[in-house]
C-alpha cells in the first residue's frame, strides 16, 4: 500500500471520528514514512479485542511502510486514566507491571511486528521541578478541567485524585518526549483520548514550535446496546488462556447482523472492498450468518493462526451436530476446553461398553435408568450419530482422532471421553 493511501483506507473504513486537519496530514503522509504511536493500558498481562483496533491501525500503517510504535503506560499506568471510567483504577505494584508489560509485548509483536516502547524510560528520572517547569506551566487548570471524564468525576462519587488528574500532563509529555528521541509525528487512538492526545499536540507546538498530528477512531458499541468487547462472562481477551479461540471465534459468529459490515471493516486486514461485498452478500441472505462466520474466521486467524481458526471453526461444527469424522487431534483438544471431559482407560474399549454404562459413567445420565430411558427415547448420541436400544456397545473403531469419543444428551448435553493408553 502506498504510504498516501493508508489515510484513505482509515478513512473508508469508518476509523477517523477526529483529526486535527487530515488535509494536513494527507499531505505529510504522501511526502514520505512517518513516526506515530498508539498507547495501551497495561493493567492486564494481555490486551483485549477492543485493543485490536489499535494493533491493526498500527499494522496498518507499517504495511504502507511507516514506523508505527506502541506506547505501554509503565509510567502512567501506575497513576490511571480518568477517561470513560466512574471509579480511580487500583495503582499497578512494579512485579504486576512488569508482568503485563511482558505479555503485552509478546502479543503486539505477534499481531503486528510492531515495537513496545515503556513510558517509563523517560519518565522515571523526571525531577518534579523539571515536570512543573518545562510541561505544566504550558497547560491550564482550564483546559484540565474542560475535559467530560474529569468534570463528570469532579462532580460525582468521591472526585478524582490528583494523582489520576495529573495523567493528561503525563501523556502530553509522552508525546513530547517521542517527538523529540524519535520524531514522531502523530498519534492515534481511540475517541476518548482526544482531549488527551490533543493535549500533546499543543505541548509540542508550544516547546518545539512543531506541527504534528493526532487521529482518533470511534469507541465501538454493538447495535444491541451492548459495551462491545464483554461477553456473558466478562471481557473479550486476546490470551488463549483468558478467552480460548473457540470462545473468541464464537463472539464474533454471534455478533448482531446490523454489526457485521462494520466489524468486517475494523477488524480484519482484508481490503475494504472485499469486506463491502461480504457484507452486501450479508445484508441479502442474513439468516445464512456468512458474514459472521467470516468475520470469525478471520479475527480467529488473526489472533491465534490459521490453525487455532479452522480447530475452532470445525469444533463449533461439531457442537452443532456435525459428525466428528477425520478430524485432527486439535479439533477435540480445543473441546477439551469447552466441554466436560473425562478420561477413560482405553483398554476398556477392547470388549466393548455398554452405551448405558458409559453415559451413566461419565454423568452424562444421573444413573443408569437415566440412560436406559434417553436411550429408549432416542436421545442418546455417540459421535452425533443417534444410538439405538440393543446396538453395538462401545468400541475401539469409535474413537476419533484415535482417542476421543463424543457423547450426547439430547440436543445440547456434550461430553468428550479421552482415552488413556495403558502404561508400560
Sequence with gaps: MPPMDVLADLVARGLVQDSTDLDALGARLAGGPI??????????????????????????????????????????????????????????EPDVLARNLAGIAEQLGRLSGV??????????EVRLLDFLRDTGKHVTVNQMTAKESVRARMADGDGISYTEFSYMLLQAHDYLSLHRSRGCELQVGGSDQWGNITM????????????????????????????????????????????????????????????????????????????????DEHAAEPAA????????????????????????????????GAEP?????????????????????????????DPVELFAEVGVASSRGDARRALDQGSLYLNNRRLAPGGDPVGRA???????LLLRKGKRTYHLVRTRSPRV
Design 200 to 279: 500533546g499536540v499543543d505541548l509540542i507546538r508550544k516547546v518545539a514550535g512543531a506541527q504534528v498530528h493526532a487521529v482518533t477512531w470511534p469507541l465501538l458499541t454493538r447495535s444491541d446496546g451492548k459495551k462491545f468487547g464483554k461477553s456473558a462472562d466478562g471481557s473479550v481477551w486476546l490470551s488463549a488462556e483468558r478467552t480460548s479461540p473457540y470462545q473468541l471465534h464464537q463472539y464474533f459468529v454471534q455478533v448482531p447482523d446490523a454489526d457485521v459490515r462494520r466489524m468486517l471493516l475494523w477488524f480484519t486486514m482484508l481490503p475494504v472492498e472485499t469486506c463491502q461485498a461480504l457484507a
Design 289 to 320: 450468518r456468512r458474514g459472521q462466520r467470516r468475520l470469525a474466521r478471520e479475527v480467529t486467524a488473526l489472533v491465534h493462526g490459521e490453525a487455532a481458526a479452522a480447530s475452532a471453526e470445525a469444533a463449533a461444527a461439531v457442537l452443532f
Design 398 to 404: 469409535d474413537l476419533r482422532a484415535g482417542r476421543y
Design 115 to 124: 515495537p513496545l516502547v515503556d513510558n517509563r524510560e523517560w519518565t522515571a
Design 325 to 353: 469424522e477425520g478430524l485432527p487431534g486439535e479439533v477435540f483438544e480445543a473441546l477439551e476446553t469447552e466441554i466436560a471431559t473425562t478420561e477413560l482407560a482405553e483398554e476398556r474399549l477392547a470388549a466393548g461398553i
Design 35 to 92: 513516526t506515530l504511536y498508539w498507547g495501551c493500558d497495561p493493567t492486564a498481562e494481555s490486551l483485549h479485542i477492543g485493543n485490536l483496533i489499535g494493533i491493526l491501525v498500527l499494522r496498518r500503517f507499517a504495511e504502507a511502510g511507516h514506523s508505527p510504535l506502541a506506547l505501554a503506560g509503565g509510567a502512567t499506568g501506575m497513576i490511571g486514566d480518568p477517561s470513560g471510567k466512574s471509579d480511580e483504577r487500583n495503582l499497578l
